[in-house]
């Protein structure tokens, strides 16, 4: 082994001798954040519009769902069989 190569196990790599860079986002106000916008690629525009309109969508057919049906279980029924407790519900089963 040389000697050399034992001695730059001590040595700083080059990584730890640079500055720290500084964050991106770090103290950007909302107008600042907004013009990081324009740096988006143009091929991924369509794929953020087809993203969002299916989150709507879903959001949408979900709240619809949740307020136009009236078989869904809200909130629990039967409470007095509940407090029983899992004797009696194995029994029924």
Same mark, same amino acid.
């Given at each position: +082994?040389?000697?050399? *190569?034992?001695?730059?196990?001590?040595? #700083?790599?080059?990584?730890? +001798?640079? #500055?720290? &860079?500084?964050?991106?986002?770090?103290?950007?106000?909302?107008?600042? *954040?907004? *013009?990081? %916008?324009?740096?988006? &690629? #143009?091929?991924?525009? &369509? %794929?953020?519009v087809v993203v969002g309109f299916a989150v709507c969508a879903a959001g949408?057919?979900? +709240?619809?769902?949740?307020?136009?049906?009236?078989?869904?279980? %809200?909130?629990?029924?039967?409470?007095?069989?509940?407090?029983?407790g899992d004797s009696h519900a194995a029994g029924e089963?």
């Amino acid at each position: +082994m040389y000697a050399t *190569r034992a001695l730059q196990m001590f040595r #700083p790599t080059a990584r730890l +001798m640079r #500055p720290v &860079p500084k964050e991106e986002q770090s103290a950007h106000t909302v107008s600042q *954040r907004l *013009r990081r %916008l324009r740096k988006i &690629p #143009p091929e991924l525009i &369509p %794929l953020g519009v087809v993203v969002g309109f299916a989150v709507c969508a879903a959001g949408y057919s979900s +709240m619809r769902h949740f307020l136009v049906d009236k078989t869904i279980r %809200l909130k629990r029924q039967n409470r007095a069989a509940d407090s029983h407790g899992d004797s009696h519900a194995a029994g029924e089963h």
